[in-house]
């Protein structure tokens, strides 16, 4: 939508979401200035060896011994180049190599995520997967591929906005029930792509006890729309008054 000129089209001067939360309680309003949910990357490597029999290893090229010390060292990179304050989340989730029992595959496939919540930081850790191929290519003989995809950016809540919608809040549910330094979480939003375009904020809100999103017990509780409705309602009343 961005890139179709939605802003520029309906004249958008500054954008608000929300995002319900269940395991808060209904209606508590939560979010932070500054970086509040991480960019989403993924990285795929492809490791090229020497397939052989397993009853004779060293005349193979093996590219599971690579791959696992590949995946080890991988997981050092948030924990020996970023202080422990920092939020860096490198997380492997797929290594397949290899048919049967009895022969020593030629590749392996490895994929994984990077979650970060600066420019600075992710490109820390391209630096470092790159590196780190390099090395263990050369290291053990075999060839490693590794294909980089940005995704998501980070979403980055500006500062007069999130004050702004805050106070809004406040007026729906009460300002006990309204934070605006909450700590800010590693998974993303295809909404920081508009908060990059334009100033604004996103919530998050709780809708009590439940099942997490992205679970199949997932259940939405209605009790929450009225909330978010009466959230936005007041948002646009306030941002743009009748004269």
Known sequence: MCSEGIMEKFRIDEVYGIHNDPGSPLG???????????????????????????????????????????????????????SALEKVVISITQFHAGTTHNIVPNNAFINGTVRTLSKEAQ??????????????????????????NYGYPPTVNHQRETKFAADVAKEIVGTEKVDIDAKPIMASEDFSYMIEERPGCYFHVGQGVGAAVHNPEYDFNDDLSPIGASFFAKLVEKSNPVS
């Open 28 to 82: 508590f309003f939560k979010t932070c200035i500054g970086p509040s949910m991480a960019a989403a990357d993924d990285f795929v490597i492809k490791i090229i060896g020497q397939g052989g029999h397993a009853a004779e290893p060293e005349e193979t090229i093996d590219p599971l011994v690579i791959g696992v010390q590949l995946v080890q060292a991988i997981q050092t990179i948030s924990s020996r180049n970023f």
């Open 123 to 148: 490109s820390v850790v391209v630096k470092r997967l790159k590196e780190l191929c390099k090395g263990y290519s050369k290291g053990f003989g075999g060839k490693i591929k590794l294909n980089y």
